[in-house]
């Protein structure tokens, strides 16, 4: 009888720790988990890019409220 319900116990109750657990699916999900952090952060990237280039635009169009000599030189 004791022998039977230590074998129902173990399916019940979990035996392997939680670090352990969380060490091992970081470890089957390594690939995973450096592609969605290399897409991440090549979408950053384009972000800083086009943020980037938003700023030249209206920095360009302030300059040309400003100083109408610029009208003819970019236009």
């Not at 173990?10 to 897409?39: H, L, P, Q, S």
């Not at 938003?54 to 009208?71: M, V």
Request: proline share 1%; hydrophobic share 45%; charged share 20%.
């Amino acid at each position: 009888m004791a022998s039977d319900t230590k074998y129902t116990r173990n399916g019940v109750i979990y035996t392997r720790g939680c670090i352990e657990a969380v060490k091992k699916w970081f470890k089957d999900n390594m690939f995973v988990i450096g592609g969605v952090a290399v897409g991440i952060a090549l979408l950053q990237i384009i972000g800083i890019c086009f943020a980037n280039s938003l700023i030249t635009d209206i920095k360009l169009q302030l300059a040309r409220w400003h100083r109408p000599e610029y009208n003819s030189y970019y236009n």
